[in-house]
């Protein structure tokens, strides 16, 4: 009895000392900021997977999810609003590790101080916990949308998958793309950001030759197509079968 008191009591103080030294707990959505520099810090949310533990040499997959307009102007917080960062947020069990930075009102995340300043948190998050490199997920919503594509055609070989959400790409970046695994959504009746945007990035990208991209019409959905798409099983279980042939 007296051992098993003892063993409990150091198992305790361990754990103890692991949140102290910065660990956060599993299975709850924390906030963060990552300093890159004297002039640029990047906020963000942060998930690790409930069952996660730090002294098993298990490799977990990540998932970065870039927000909206909207949630540009709030607190930290607004960023839980829609997508993976909700589902953290209300208790569901994500088997990802989740980064979901926030953008600053006055920036958008097609800017490049901004594209770098995620690629910045990506790495310090890869480097401090264990993510499985070759299977990292990117994902966006509207202005997220736009950010992913731009992110995906910079960066093919750092994403498994991709799913630009309402957004907007370059065609001249299809042929960047053509390896990169990729599900667009985006609803016809669109009027913040219109549905031919994603139907032009699709075509270009399978005249290039790609032939790993997929199109959901939403007929007659407006600008919040994030809702269907978030909502869709099928949309984490397509993530969970692609990784990266080789890891970087």
């Excluded at 103080?13 to 002039?39: F, K, N, W, Y």
């Excluded at 002294?55 to 909206?68: A, I, M, Q, V, Y």
């Excluded at 997220?144 to 594509?149: A, L, P, R």
């Amino acid at each position: 009895m007296r051992r098993f008191i003892i063993f409990n009591l150091i198992a305790v103080l361990l754990s103890c000392a692991t949140l102290r030294a910065g660990q956060p707990a599993p299975g709850v959505q924390v906030e963060l900021t990552h300093r890159i520099s004297d002039q640029q810090s990047v906020p963000y949310l942060f998930y690790l997977p409930e069952n996660f533990d730090a002294t098993s040499d298990r490799k977990w997959p990540g998932s970065l999810f870039l927000h909206g307009r909207g949630e540009s102007r709030g607190p930290l917080s607004i960023v839980a609003k829609w997508g993976p960062p909700r589902m953290a947020g209300r208790g569901d069990k994500l088997p990802y590790i989740l980064i979901a930075p926030q953008c600053p009102a006055a920036s958008r995340w097609t800017d490049d101080d901004q594209q770098s300043g995620v690629i910045s948190l990506l790495d310090h998050i890869s480097e401090k916990f264990p993510v499985d490199r070759s299977r990292i997920y990117l994902t966006g919503l509207s202005m997220g949308g736009y950010g992913s594509w731009k992110m995906a055609a910079s960066h093919p070989d750092r994403f498994a998958a991709v799913s630009p959400i309402c957004g907007r790409g370059n065609p001249g970046d299809a042929a960047k793309l053509v390896d990169v695994p990729i599900w667009v959504f985006h609803g016809t009746e669109d009027d913040a950001v219109p549905y031919r945007h994603s139907a032009e990035m699709v075509e270009a990208i399978r005249k290039a030759g790609g032939k790993k991209v997929r199109f959901t019409t939403l007929q007659h959905v407006s600008h919040n197509s994030w809702s269907a798409a978030y909502a869709t099983p099928e949309l984490y279980q397509w993530f969970d079968k692609h990784r990266r042939p080789q890891s970087k």
